[in-house]
């Protein structure tokens, strides 16, 4: 018997996806129409920068995300402000994970966190972080993470995801 794909696997475009779910996170009210301007204003981005077809393929980096989502996701009404906590912070998973739950608990706060597994790179949208899980809002099946799957070095037997903790971009509503 034949498998369906999933949806996304033949392509590279999570990134952007998990940037588009990450604003729907902190605006539920956006319209699916604002929703498809907002993914055409990023592919359009991603042409002009010669960024197509290769990310088709390869997914984007975490220069090009943040690079995108300066040029259209930071901008595009409603606005949102990003930043970069874990940027060069050598932390352990038990450090980064409770940073985390205090980023998320304080405010109305959506991350987007690239994850490895010895199969695939992808890019998602983290709506909820608990002492034990992270919920995602994506659209590979998977929902929630647990901790003990997760890793911030080696992916090993038992602990399949490697979290790029370099490329977590955590989104607020803009006060402007």
């Known amino acids: 018997m034949i498998k369906a794909h999933r949806q996304g696997a033949l392509d590279g475009l999570c990134g952007v996806y998990s940037l588009i779910n990450a604003k729907r996170l902190l605006f ?27 990310f088709l393929m390869n997914g984007l980096s975490i220069n090009t ?52 597994s010895g199969e695939w790179k992808h890019w998602s949208a983290i709506s909820n972080v608990q002492k034990h899980c992270f919920t995602m809002l994506d659209s590979i099946g998977k929902k929630r993470v647990f901790k003990h799957h997760c890793t911030l070095g080696e992916i090993w037997e038992g602990v399949p995801y490697n979290l790029l903790l370099n490329s977590a971009l955590v989104y607020t509503r803009s006060e402007s």
Do not use: G
């Open 28 to 54: 539920p009210r956006m319209s699916h129409a604002q929703c498809v301007d907002l993914f055409w204003d990023c592919l359009a981005w991603l042409h002009e920068r010669k960024e197509f077809p290769d």
């Open 65 to 116: 995300m943040i690079a995108l989502s300066k040029a259209v996701i930071e901008i595009s009404p409603p606005t949102v402000a990003r930043m970069r906590p874990f940027y060069r912070k050598n932390c352990s998973l038990e450090s980064f994970w409770d940073d985390l739950q205090k980023i998320h608990s304080s405010q109305k706060t959506a991350t987007v966190l690239r994850l490895n």
